[in-house]
């Protein structure tokens, strides 16, 4: 018989019970006791879900990361966090997000940094580590869940962090070698095992991601040190890898002594008949059978086709899980009511992918006919999409198919472009601007919740924008800026608000994701080959260049940007789409400068964060990304001007493919880094202007025009001034008029004085 588990379940709940439930306890509405009953009760819900599995995962519920509850199990709270007092989930937050909730700002520290759980995204709290940080076990929490689930009737799975990925995943604060802190460390998980252990637990999933990036020898070793050193504990350990394949470290994963082993067979397929030979013959194997990351239903007939084989070798060492924790994907399809029953029959959300585990064991155990109509219903859903006209359109695939690198390319170079571009816009030295959005006032988000309810027409709602273009282009003109934005308004998401007018897209109700805390996001659904039915931005462009004479920036998402942050097919290459959704763009582009606009940006705030896992893998990735935005940017004239935009702090080791996206301009966050960050820019001789934020948009701090002034001076060290713009860090939407209003002021007087010479 095989067994079946799960790595993790989505902790937010279906509703996004627990976001409604931190927020209040963070306002002070609800009491701890309260937001307790809530994290029980989803937790009762979530184990109910996956009653039909032989083990359910505990510990993988959290308040707001699970990184950071397993800083709290060792006992690795840094000392600002603890001074401040309070309970221990009063601490937690502060560290969290700086303050725990009712304390007034005389309580606050510093917050934990905060970045993404590897290739995906969702962010943890960053551990925080010195030379002498010493680790002490607080198991009361897993203990706890351990009751609570056995009460439920269910068999209790610890899931826990292994001690490298855990110290891979932290960050030396004095500069020390984390990794000499394992010595210390290890202890304490031994410490934990037996506890595990005395409370009855036979298997403890332990994570150990790390193990799926290109680690050193150093590393590599410590995962033999850690091992030995546990296997001594009288709990069996399932190490669990995810999100990539393993390859150099396969041997050593399957090496470990450990009783158990789970692979990512989604995203590495080609390892697993290697790890079924490698595995020592007392080790189970865990492997991962459907998309923990993805929405799609499975294929479960062609699953079973390669894991009956692997059946017949392992028999009962086989287990049977989804890819990765399901953390990744929404809870539940069956509350959508408005998603096109059709598109709804491809999908499968946590609990269609835990139904689909059960089906492939059972056919596993008692054959396929004992399940034969679940997998007819499989193969239908997997046909019906294969074949559906709505996910296939030969237009659009004749149009990529056609794509030529003459499409990607600009008519000149940059130094022979920006001549007709400043003779046709005649800007000023160090030109003024922002980066698109300002802010999405109550009122704005009011009216557009109106709208979609049917509260308020069509006309009415396009009139409040407008009025809200208007007032947003006022204000810019009294502040003296010098290119324009219409302040996007009308966007609800810089991604979901192009998916909406694209052919292809497809959007859930309740389909939320945690991005991080109580922040979610709901990724729209990209399940057929994209094309545009019509102009998507070019009626508010329009209208907002009809008010002023200054140029207004046409304001587009670009199509890597659109594709890292949507759901998007597993029946053709991300490059494929993301090519169709370039093509898109790209019209949209040209039909904004037909309309006259100098100006266009294109932002790729998430360029970045497609990095595949692997630098070995880098290249293919940014190759594609780079031809797909210079296909949606670079069919302009030369004396229009391509912008884009990039919100992130790391450039170095992206630098030249930066460059081959040939923006005229790229306006990027800098004001935090003091500008060190243009380091990477004058280090490679980055060609293009460059408008480095001089404003850090996520702080309610006004800067001064004397901090501005110095940064710009500090930017003009690294890159010659003629190629300088001012702008801020990034768009303005979650900022207050009052707070924008001063801020930009300086920032201009600022520009005027730089001009001068003052
Ligand atoms: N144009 C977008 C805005 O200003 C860019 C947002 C982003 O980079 N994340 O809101
Ligand atoms: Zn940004």
Not at 116 to 134: A, C, G, L, M, S
Not at 203 to 214: C, K, R
Not at 389 to 395: A, D, I, Q, T
Not at 669 to 685: H, I, K, Q
């Amino acid at each position: 018989m095989v067994t079946t588990h799960n790595l993790g379940f989505p902790r937010i709940g279906a509703r996004r019970e627990l976001k409604f439930a931190q927020e209040a306890f963070w306002k002070g509405q609800i009491g701890e006791e309260e937001l307790q009953i809530t994290g029980a009760d989803l937790r009762r819900k979530h184990w109910q879900n996956q009653r039909n599995l032989d083990q359910v995962p505990v510990g993988d519920f959290s308040f707001y990361d699970q990184v950071l509850d397993m800083s709290v199990t060792l006992g690795n709270l840094p000392e600002r966090v603890n001074q401040a007092g309070g309970s221990e989930l009063e601490r937690y937050f502060r560290l969290a997000r700086g303050r725990s909730g009712r304390e007034s700002s005389c309580c606050g520290v510093q917050a934990g940094e905060m970045t993404k759980w590897f290739d995906t995204n969702y962010h943890y709290i960053v551990p925080e580590f010195h030379q002498h940080t010493r680790f002490q076990l607080n198991g009361d929490r897993l203990i706890e869940q351990i009751i609570e689930a056995r009460a439920q009737g269910l068999s209790p799975k610890p899931v826990i962090i292994g001690p490298v990925t855990y110290l891979w995943l932290g960050k030396a604060k004095d500069n020390s070698d984390r990794l000499a802190l394992l010595g210390a460390l290890l202890p304490v998980y031994s410490e934990l095992l037996d506890l595990l252990a005395n409370h009855g637990i036979d298997w403890v999933q332990v994570d150990e991601p790390a193990l799926v990036t290109d680690l050193d020898a150093d590393w590599r070793h410590a995962f033999n040190l850690a091992y030995h050193h546990l296997k001594t504990s009288n709990t069996k350990l399932l190490v669990t890898t995810y999100f990539g394949e393993l390859r150099e470290n396969l041997q050593l994963a399957c090496e470990l002594p450990v009783a158990g082993l789970h692979l990512d067979a989604i995203s590495a397929p080609q390892e697993v008949a290697r790890v079924v030979d490698w595995l020592p013959a007392h080790k189970q194997l865990s492997l991962g059978v459907v998309n923990g990351r993805n929405i799609w239903r499975a294929n479960l007939e062609t699953t079973l086709d390669w894991l009956e084989p692997v059946h017949d070798k392992l028999g009962g060492r086989l287990w049977l899980a989804p890819s990765c924790s399901l953390l990744h994907v929404p809870v539940e399809l069956g509350s959508e009511e408005t998603l096109d029953p059709e598109i709804r029959s491809w999908l499968a959300f946590a609990t269609q992918k835990l139904d689909e585990l059960n089906v492939l064991a059972a056919a596993l155990n008692h054959g396929r006919s004992s399940v034969r109509k679940q997998l007819a219903e499989s193969t239908a859903a997997i046909h019906s999409r294969a074949l559906s006209g709505r996910v296939h359109h030969s237009s659009v695939r004749a149009r990529t198919g056609a794509i030529t690198p003459s499409l990607g390319k600009r008519q000149r170079t940059y130094p022979e472009r920006i001549t007709a571009q400043q003779q046709k816009l005649g800007l000023p030295r160090f030109p003024t601007t922002t980066i698109g959005s300002f802010p999405q006032t109550r009122d704005i988000r009011q009216a557009r919740l109106q709208f979609r309810r049917g509260e308020l027409t069509e006309a009415a709602y396009i009139q409040r924008i407008r009025e809200e273009v208007s007032h947003c282009i006022d204000r810019q003109e009294a502040l003296g800026l010098d290119v324009l934005v219409h302040g996007e308004a009308e966007r609800n998401d810089m991604v979901e608000y192009f998916g909406e007018q694209l052919a292809g897209y497809a959007f859930s109700q309740f389909g939320w994701v945690q991005s991080y805390g109580s922040r979610c996001v709901k990724p729209p659904i990209l399940f057929g080959d994209i094309s545009r039915p019509g102009a998507m931005t070019l009626d508010w462009i329009r209208y907002a260049q009809s008010l002023t004479e200054k140029p207004v920036k046409g304001m587009l998402t670009g199509p890597v940007t659109i594709l890292n942050w949507s759901f998007v097919r597993d029946d053709q290459p991300r490059r494929e789409t993301c090519l169709q959704l370039a093509l898109a763009i790209r019209e949209e582009v040209l039909d904004l400068e037909a309309a006259g606009a100098g100006i266009i940006q294109i932002d790729e705030a998430a360029l970045r964060e497609g990095l595949p896992l692997r630098k070995a893998d880098w290249n293919d990735y940014l190759d594609w990304a780079i031809e797909a935005f210079r296909i949606a940017a670079n069919g302009v004239r030369d004396e229009t001007q391509i912008h884009t935009h990039m919100c992130y702090s790391e450039f170095n080791d992206i630098i030249e493919a930066i460059a081959r996206m040939d923006a005229d301009v790229i306006t990027i966050e800098t004001s935090r880094s003091d500008m060190e960050l243009l380091d990477a820019f004058r280090g490679f001789e980055y060609p293009n202007d460059i408008g480095p934020g001089v404003y850090d948009i996520h702080s309610p701090n006004i800067p001064e025009k004397g901090q501005i002034k110095a940064l710009m001076a500090k930017a003009a060290e690294r890159i010659p001034s003629e190629r300088l713009w001012i702008n801020p860090d990034c768009g303005l939407k979650t900022r207050q008029w009052e707070e924008v209003l001063p801020a930009l002021e300086n920032m201009v007087a600022a520009a005027r004085e730089l001009r001068e010479g003052i």
